[in-house]
């Protein structure tokens, strides 16, 4: 159980479009999820922190308005990359947490975004 | 906010060698440390964990100890196999509902 299923796994896109990424807890609920940014070589960083109803809270130096996150249900949290730019092609990782199994993080499998 | 640092950067062994991965963690109020392996393009999984009210725990080749008074934690792979070879990060979290503070990474490469 606890499956996070994120999507799409990888994404190219042109600079100045809108990418939309899909994290979704496949059998249970999450009620928060959180989105993580990785660069090649580099450690997870946390970029906002979505409560199931209520807007993301956002980690300093991450741009609300550039990274759109929504998380309308307890089993689905969209992150938008809007206008996006060869410096945001990164590793998106999105984890939620369940209650049901002490508060222990799952991972989706990621998405690798590339920007032209 | 919490701060994770961690050491080495890079550690090579030998096959059947041990080896040996050191966090610190800024704030006393942390209680719950995890410990990931993330491969290539892949996600992290979750390998041991470890929380406050526990020094050590052990499960086959991998152990985790835990020193609440320095604000360190250590995560230890005996008998090490080529399959090993990853990315290892330790991470912190304070409370249930907060998020997971990583590590910059180890990357454990075991040579046969």
């Known amino acids: 159980g606890a499956v996070v299923s994120q999507h799409p796994s990888w994404v190219i896109c042109k600079s100045g479009t809108s990418v939309k990424i899909e994290c979704r807890s496949l059998d249970f609920q999450a009620t928060t999820m959180f989105w993580y940014r990785q660069f090649p070589k580099q450690s997870l960083m946390l970029m906002a922190t979505?409560?199931?109803?209520?807007?993301?809270?956002?980690e300093q130096g991450v741009e609300k308005d550039k990274f759109l996150i929504n998380h309308a249900s307890l089993t689905l949290s969209t992150l938008t990359v809007t206008s996006a730019h060869p410096e945001d092609s990164s590793f998106y990782i999105c984890?939620?947490?369940?209650?049901?199994?002490?508060?222990?993080?799952?991972f989706g499998e990621g998405s690798r975004l590339t920007v032209l | 906010g919490e701060n994770v640092e961690q050491h080495p950067s890079t550690l090579s062994v030998q096959e059947g060698d041990s080896a040996v991965i050191k966090c610190t963690y800024s704030d006393s109020a942390s209680n719950y440390f995890p410990w990931y392996k993330q491969e290539l393009g892949k996600r992290p999984q979750l390998i041991i964990d470890i929380r406050s009210n526990v020094g050590e725990k052990k499960d086959q080749r991998i152990a985790v100890t835990l020193n609440k008074t320095a604000k360190h934690f250590s995560l230890h792979i005996t008998e090490t196999q080529p399959e090993d070879s990853a990315v290892y990060f330790c991470?912190?979290?304070?409370?249930?509902?907060?998020?997971?503070?990583f590590g910059k990474g180890t990357t454990l490469s075991v040579s046969s």
């Open positions: 984890s939620a947490r369940t209650l049901e199994r002490g508060g222990e993080l799952f």
């Open positions: 991470a912190a979290r304070q409370q249930a509902g907060t998020a997971l503070i």
């Open positions: 979505s409560n199931e109803g209520s807007k993301a809270t956002y």
